[in-house]
Structures are given as C-alpha cells and as structure tokens.
T-cell receptor
Framework: KNEVEQSPQNLTAQEGEFITINCSYSVGISALHWLQQHPGGGIVSLFMLSSGKKKHGRLIATINIQEKHSSLHITASHPRDSAVYIC?????????FGTGTLLAVQP | GAVVSQHPSRVICKSGTSVKIECRSL??????MFWYRQFPKQSLMLMATSNEGSKATYEQGVEKDKFLINHASLTLSTLTVTSAHPEDSSFYIC?????????????FGPGTRLTVL
C-alpha cells in the first residue's frame, strides 16, 4: 500500500464545476503540499499546509491531521485548470509523493 | 515567490555521452537541493539529496557514479548523467529548500527532459 493515496486518479469535469481531489496518507508528517504539473512537466507549488485550511483564488486546500486526510477544491473550474495535481507529504526532510490526479476541464 | 531555474530545459544526446543539468535558486539561498526523476505517467522519484559543501545522499538503487551531483554554492547544484544510455531518458526535476526552513517547503524547477538516442 502506498504511503500517499490520491483519488480519483482521473477526473473529467465541465467548465464551471466544483472539483474535489482527495489525499490520504499513512505516515506522520510536518506538512502536506499540493502541487500542479502542467503538460510539459513544470511543477508549481500550490499550497503547503500543516493544519486547517488555505485559500488562494479559486483554490482551497484543507487538511485533517487526525484523520490523515487532505482535500484540494477548485471552484468555478476552467479549462486552464487542466493539469496533474499531486499531493506530497513531508516527513522531514523528504517528500513522499502521491501518484497524482489527472484533471481535464472541458469547455 | 521563490524561483528555481533549470538548464537546459531539453537535451538530446547520443548514447555514451555525459550530460550536465544545472539547478539554480534565483532569489534565495538553498542549503538543500533535491533531484527527482519522473518517468511517463509516474510520480516523482527522489534520486538524491544535495547539501551545499558536502557529498550528496543517494536513494537506494541510484548509482552515485552514474549520477554525479555537485552542490558547490548555496544557489547552484548540478546533476551530471555520465555515459548516458536510452534507459536514462526521463524528466529530471530539481527542488530547493531555503535556509532555516523547518517545514520542508520545496520550490521546484521547471524540469529537464533528457532523451538519449
């Protein structure tokens, strides 16, 4: 069993829909990261959180440390949100990555 | 936010040649840089952890004589793939962690796509 599990693996949505991607982990962590990887490969760090909730524009990330679970929400999704979203956890000093969720937002 | 650059972004080389990839932190000092490899449709795999001024720590299964890492300054780490072979073709990504960061926030470079013919 992977130490970091993401669901769903693939997600297709219509423009404007509310999207949720889930991440569960089984190790003790100091922080959890949500990353975005576009076709072509470059990775952008969206959030780093260790408790509660963070919001940036249309993106919201939450974490429940007791349940070892995090969610990434995208409100009013847009085709430019199409990418792979990766959850990574930080049992210092390394990062352990989930396998990613491929999101396709159709116009 | 902090910016990490990689050069080159794309390289094609012949089998048996060596390829050097640079990773730079542009606006912050990085005590630690990480090198990852990503095969198609797979997640990132940590290859090695590079600390400024000391030898890199390699993950199990990664050949240190094949993947030479040098971290000569607080803003630059290099990965040299020696005697590259087609199976080394992959996407190589570096990340950097700032000084005194206790949460392990890493800033990622844009990646280098290596194709070995």
């Amino acid at each position: 069993k992977n130490e970091v599990e993401q669901s769903p693996q693939n997600l297709t949505a219509q423009e404007g829909e509310f999207i949720t991607i889930n991440c569960s982990y089984s190790v003790g962590i100091s922080a959890l990261h949500w990353l975005q990887q576009h076709p072509g490969g470059g990775i952008v760090s969206l959030f780093m959180l260790s408790s509660g909730k963070k919001k940036h524009g249309r993106l919201i990330a939450t974490i429940n440390i007791q349940e070892k679970h995090s969610s990434l929400h995208i409100t009013a999704s847009h085709p430019r949100d199409s990418a792979v979203y990766i959850c990574a956890v930080s049992p210092y000093p390394k990062l352990i990555f989930g396998t990613g969720t491929l999101l396709a937002v159709q116009p | 936010g902090a910016v990490v650059s990689q050069h080159p972004s794309r390289v094609i080389c012949k089998s048996g040649t060596s390829v050097k990839i640079e990773c730079r932190s542009l606006d912050f000092q990085a005590t630690t840089m990480f090198w990852y490899r990503q095969f198609p449709k797979q997640s990132l795999m940590l290859m090695a952890t590079s600390n400024e001024g000391s030898k890199a720590t390699y993950e199990q299964g990664v050949e240190k004589d094949k993947f030479l890492i040098n971290h000569a300054s607080l803003t630059l780490s290099t990965l040299t793939v020696t005697s590259a072979h087609p199976e080394d073709s992959s996407f190589y990504i570096c990340s950097a962690r700032a000084l005194a960061d206790s949460y392990n926030e890493q800033f990622f470079g844009p990646g280098t796509r290596l194709t070995v013919l």
